[in-house]
């Protein structure tokens, strides 16, 4: 039999429902692959090996029932709340903290069937982008540890990547989930802004959080946002409208759409490898047909900086209820001020307390107008130029990441650097539009280069049909994973 | 009177509880009481990754105060986080409405000394309400999150409001408006109604002066007498040639008097910003149709209503609208056949007699039992001894001449105790008026005999006499004689 870790979602259904493989086999096969690599990846803040294991032999008594999920082993970025389970953060501030309710999407994978094997290390609080600023541990990049994931969501991305995990939950603010993915060479898909429930995300920047899925392909990254999308009447921004079918119509690729490029990509900097790859994905499209304007695109100048307002503005309150009363770390102290002042100076970490001060800053009396206020104007510009936009084409195709993954440590000493990183990613959080990274090569120093497409509001469908069009396209995982003949026989095996 | 020295000038804001099922931003129960920390979930305990989720009955409840004071509801309002440390504000940022609340430009009416006053609103607009900290007597706090949540509305009047009295007068008839829509019980012990005051002086004509702020007023008498002693203070001050600072005084009921805060520690930069997890609040002209017939008339009307339609005196108009299930009351007793007039009396007289005995015999177990019962609808129930229909069976008897006055009331005392009818009750005490003149000759004949020095002084002219003579008849005939005739009688015997 084959390496039990390597089966699709759909595949691990078939051999379920053969009996070729128990659900526990499958769950302990995972563990094993947890056993051999997380010691020098570090993607888990912890394993739920018993509660895993106990799950799958619940599902094996049952047997297959048809749920989308059933016996799928799923990682769990740690601001995801689990009940009874420690939800961290990778906050010193939320050390041992047990939330006393799931969060929906936890709720709604564990209702498919799926069995939650792990609690993924993230950037404190998702804040950064590679997975340094955790409180607790480093996580590396599986295709080479000297170099970073990429981040917030850096210990999903790595779990999915060394088939820790089949699938895993990120949560993207302003990238967090494509740009990881990008880093590690997995799919990784951010919903348009309401598609999938926040409820029991620990919130860092409400009004451009989105939960979604990393998975190997695009298939697979279907199945589990069907699961965990759609309305929630818990979370008020949730589009009131059930989950879309995102995996039937996979295989028309980009049939009667029209996508559109950066007419002036050149003008950002980025690693030549990206470059090419971003250029030859354009004239491997227009070989095939596929209609491509070349447009300028919204928000390229502005994101970066209204993200850093908003965002910061947002996360400056969100963060406010850490402050040592209920939960969580408290300092000691003899007055109140003092027990939040030490509170808050011990349990966060640096990046935090610098997203803090700006976001304070910001929405400061006297400076609310100039920023703020400002930054919410031009995210109303930037929402009206991919509206109009997408009059005129169905997808965009641009970059993930500027550059490959960097080295761990590289950028840490230099916030600005490490902002700008986010320059293709935040426009769609800013727009609430849906956007999926889908790896396409490797660089020459073998690190995988994800590139990213962009729909319009509430056109999952479109976008999934046209990153199945590129996956097919790159035939990435073949060629750098599995090897040509393995990939074969996989997608022989749906 | 000498010319005014300071015209002073006062603002208040004005925090009431909805008596909503439910908190709201979550479906945990509003009511007061309870364990603490019992009626509470993730969402009003502000745990990581909860969301609100807007409460409608809140909103309805809301617009339906805004309507009642002529404000314009606000077809699109925004909530919005008010940022500020404190340990029974779980989130540490309340959500409340800033620069979009749901409803503006209102105003309050209410009599004043005979005359019609109106204070103009600035806006009205709903958040939630914090928790409760209970400084433990072992040290250390404890905090219980029960309130957390309760929806507030907020009612802020413009500063147009110039003596304590009209301060006072205006929170009563804002408490009688909110009673009548059923919407907030009032109850300032409890905190149901809370009420912030903005004070400042100035001497007229100039520019308005510094202003200050008056917390924690948890009476009527306390916003009365807070505002007299700030005016003191604050014309002491200005007097003296000195200026007002910019602070913030407790109003301390045990002591009270006026407990000043450094102007430091209210130094609030709240940043207010819109509340991202929360839609824009969207209330179309059908929402606002549906609690427009949802309104009831309200208390100025009906006591003009009153005054007009029963030929009732404004004081009588005042007293019997003051609460809507009184005023339900006793129109319910005239629509039974009852003289207006009598009625009034009746139940100004003896039914609300009879509900203050019997709140003062309760006594100190009254709020207990409240929280117990806690039911929304309690709060304004109007609980009367006695049923509209059976009250207007007694006053028919007595104003059909049946029964005395003074058979009426004791068959009254007897209604409470037993609820049975008052014919029953009549038959039952053998109370019938007696009205036969050879009952009552006889009576009368037996009084003159026993009060020879009466009888003498009311020949020699003190005709004052005659109820003294009369009195004496009603009770040798244990109250059933016909007072009337009986002094008819009287008058013969003696006079003739």
Redesign the interface.
Known sequence: MRDLVQYSIEGLGDIYRAREATVREVVQAYLDSIEAREPRIKAFLQVLAEDALAKASELDVKGHDGRPLFGVPVAIKDN??TRGIS?T?ASKI?EG?R???D?TVVERLRSAGAVIIGKTNLDEFAMGSSCENSAFQITHNPWNEAYAPGGSSGGSAAAVAADMALASLGSDTGGSIRQPASLCGVVGLKGTYGRVS??????F???LDQIGPFARDVRDCALVMEAIAGHD?????TIPTPAPDLHGKLERGFEGMRVAVSADLEKWEMDPSVREIAARTVDDLAGDSVPVDRVTLPGMETSIATYYILAN??A??NL??Y?G???GLRSNSDS?LEM?ERTRGEGFGDEVKRRILLG?YV???GY?DAY?AKAQQVKALICAQFEELFRKCDLILLPTSPTPAFRLGERLEDPIAMYLSDIFTTPANIAGLPAISIPAELSPEGLPIGMQLIAGWGEEAKLMRGAFGLERMYRFREQHVLGPKAGRERHGGR | MAAVEFETVIGLEVHAQLVTKSKVFCSCPAVYGGEPNAQTC?VC??????????NEEAVSMAILMGLATGCRIAPRSVFA?K?Y?Y?DC????QISMYDKPLCEEGRLEFELDGEIHGVALERIHLEEDAGKLIHAEEGGSL?DFNRCGVPLIEIVSKPEIRSPEEASRYLVSLRQVLRYLGICDGNMEEGSLRCDVNISLRRPGEPLGTKTEIKNLNSFKAVEMGIRFEIERQAGVLRSGGRIEQVTNLWDSGQKKLLTMRSKEYAH?Y???PE????PLDVDGAWIEKMRGALPELPLAREKRFREKYNLPAYDAGVLCAERGLADYYETVVSAGSDPKLAAHWVMREILEEIKSGAESEGASAPAMRAVESSVSDAFAFRAPVAAGRLAELIALVSGGVISNSAGREIFKEMVRTAESPDTIREKLNLTQVSGAKELEQWVADVIAESPDEVARYRGGKTQLLGFFVGQVMKKSAGKANPKLAGEIVKKMLEG
């Open positions: 995801l709340c939800t953060c939320l903290y939330p006393p309710y969060a926040r409820y029991g995300l620990v919130a920047a409400s009004s009447e818990r979370d008020a921004t503005a947002e400056s309150s406010a209820r402050d009363v209920r939960y109140l939040y304070t929405l400061s009396s609310y703020y | 993730p305990l502000g745990l990581p990754g909860a969301l609100p989720v807007l986080r940022n440390f340990p779980p989130k540490n940022y905090v930069d940043r207010y910003f991202p997890d929360l839609l």
